[in-house]
């Protein structure tokens, strides 16, 4: 696998440079109140354009993964981090940069007996709390298959239940080397159950990337697989080999083909499909809410005090040395 010569991209994969007043002031902020974000950690070819638009997807649980994926840049390691305040942190910032739409994510944890569950719980209900109109949407790993973590997630009501499927079912084992297709299957099938069961508007959603070795016909029979368990959202996005110590490219896909699996996919009945280079999990997530206008409008409504307008107040700033600094009480009026 290292000794495999890195693919020069075509011509239609191209990225921004990061730069911008957007990205500056975000990266400032995640700095200063100590967060992650998997556009760094893993390299995303997005991170200028979504940066510049003050748009992130936040990694929870620290930097490090107890899982070593073919495909993935993140640090694999033995996790040190436990921090209480995280999901208050993420929170400040989602309200800070007045966010309508945010992903939150982690690494894999599983030397934690929740997997992480109870954190990802956490963080949903502190963005409800301090920005009551931002859509949650959460991309969860498997927890090893475990009905009790996802039901605690679930319990939080996210807008948008995030589980990836990575790739076709052959290749789970050199991509996804603790994963399982069924399982990860099971987990959206899971999800989807219990918001039915509670009432609950949450969406389902999933991820495969092209490029490495899969058939087109192991591709349409990944997407049947998915909304055979009714899965709402389908993100399909180039694999991009991140250093060379990583699974290569196999093959890069035209746009013309992007463009033709998302019609195919949506002729299965996805509510939305995003596909394309270099298109993400997160990519554009806040267009892909299927009802997003009417949820925005009703959590608007809820926050909004009767006959007042709502005042979108920071609960911190970060000052050019990158320390957290509270913001001074409002006002009256």
């Not at 997530?285 to 909004?304: H, N, T």
């Not at 920071?314 to 009026?333: F, L, M, N, Q, Y």
């Amino acid at each position: 696998m290292t000794d495999a010569p890195v693919r020069r991209h075509p011509e239609w994969i191209r990225s921004r440079i990061p730069s911008g007043e957007g990205y500056r002031d975000l990266k400032q902020l995640v700095r200063g109140l100590t967060l992650n974000t998997v556009c760094e950690e893993a390299l995303c070819p997005n991170l200028g354009e979504c940066w510049d638009q003050r748009t992130a997807t936040i990694m929870i649980l620290g930097d490090v993964c107890t899982r070593a994926c073919g495909f993935c840049a993140v640090e694999t390691g033995r996790p040190t981090w436990h921090d209480p305040g995280e999901p208050a942190r993420v929170a400040q910032a989602v309200r800070h940069m007045g966010l309508e739409h945010v992903v939150v994510t982690s690494v894999a944890r599983d030397d934690l007996p929740d997997g992480g569950a109870g954190v990802f719980a956490e963080a949903i209900r502190e963005i409800r709390r301090l920005a009551p109109t931002t859509g949650v949407e959460v991309l969860i790993p498997d927890f090893d298959g475990h009905e009790g973590p996802l039901r605690v997630v679930m319990d939080a009501a996210p807008d948008i239940l995030d589980h990836n499927v990575e790739t076709v079912e052959r290749l789970q084992r050199p991509v996804r080397k603790r994963a399982r297709y069924d399982r990860s299957l099971q987990v959206l099938a899971r999800a989807r159950a219990m918001a039915r069961a509670s009432g609950a508007a949450v969406h389902t959603k999933s991820s495969v990337m092209v490029g490495l070795g899969e058939t087109r016909e192991e591709l349409s029979r990944t997407f049947a697989d998915l909304q055979a368990v009714d899965c709402d959202i389908l993100t399909i996005g180039q694999y991009l080999r991140p250093t060379p110590a990583h699974l290569p490219v196999e093959r890069y896909y035209h746009p013309d083909e992007f463009a033709a699996m998302r019609e195919e996919a949506l002729a299965l009945g996805f509510l939305h499909v995003e596909s394309g280079p270099l298109v993400r999990t997160s990519y554009h997530a806040r267009d892909q809410v299927p009802d997003a206008a009417r949820r925005a409008a009703e959590r608007s409504a809820a926050a909004r005090p009767a006959g007042e307008g709502r005042r979108i107040l920071p609960v911190a700033t970060v000052d050019a040395e990158g320390r957290v600094v509270p913001a001074p009480a409002p006002g009256p009026g």
